[in-house]
């Protein structure tokens, strides 16, 4: 079963929309990807100045995946979060039911684990040709909620949104007998 219920409203930003820049998977200029990484985590970080902004982008390490990579595995330990720019993915869920969701540029991954230091819950893994995603370390997530913890808050209040979501969707299983993933 596939959980697309309010995906775009979740995940998918169009912050991009409308300004010339090519966001096919895989076909994303160099040159842009730091454009649209700001884009999206102006995007994500409601409230944040642009010396915010970039505090968060410089402590993002840019990863490049191919189709069908496993960027994690359901029990692997939390070493990160991820921001997608480029590309699509696809959190599966082990288990009997298989759920599985979607998950687009513009969209953090990986969060919830690197907060509470949890393992990870579901298997993410690469649906387009090429997926870009700029990673935040466990290392310099907690250097930065030590140096800054106004700049580390943008992260939980992404999660907090995210969880949310999910509440949301552990609500509509209950009267409507859809589930929710924890990517």
Same mark, same amino acid.
């Given at each position: 079963?596939?959980? *697309?219920?309010? #995906?775009?409203?979740?995940?998918?930003?169009?912050?991009?929309?409308?300004?010339?820049?090519?966001? *096919?998977?895989?076909?994303? *200029?160099q040159s842009s990807l730091e454009e649209i990484a700001r884009a999206y985590l102006t995007s994500l970080c409601t409230g944040a100045n642009?010396?915010?902004?970039?505090?968060?982008?410089?402590?993002?390490?840019?990863?490049?995946?191919?189709?069908?990579?496993? #960027?994690?595995t359901q029990g692997d330990e939390s070493e990160s979060l991820k921001l997608i720019v480029d590309g699509s993915l696809l959190s599966l869920l082990e288990d009997e039911d298989g759920a599985?969701? +979607?998950c687009y540029p513009g969209t953090i991954v990986g969060e919830l684990g690197l907060l509470n230091g949890t393992r990870r819950l579901t298997t993410l893994k690469v649906t387009s040709e090429i997926a870009i995603l700029y990673s935040l370390s466990?290392?310099?997530?907690?250097?930065?909620? +030590?140096?800054?913890?106004? #700049?580390?808050?943008?992260?939980? #209040?992404i999660a907090i949104r995210y969880l949310s979501h999910r509440i949301q969707h552990v609500s509509n299983h209950n009267l409507f007998g859809k589930r929710s993933l924890p990517v």
């Open positions: 079963m596939i959980l *697309q219920n309010d #995906v775009d409203d979740r995940f998918r930003s169009n912050i991009l929309e409308g300004t010339g820049m090519d966001l *096919q998977p895989g076909k994303t *200029q642009a010396d915010e902004i970039d505090k968060l982008y410089q402590l993002l390490q840019p990863e490049m995946y191919y189709y069908n990579d496993n #960027v994690w599985k969701e +979607s466990k290392e310099k997530w907690e250097l930065l909620t +030590s140096e800054d913890p106004k #700049v580390a808050r943008f992260i939980d #209040v």
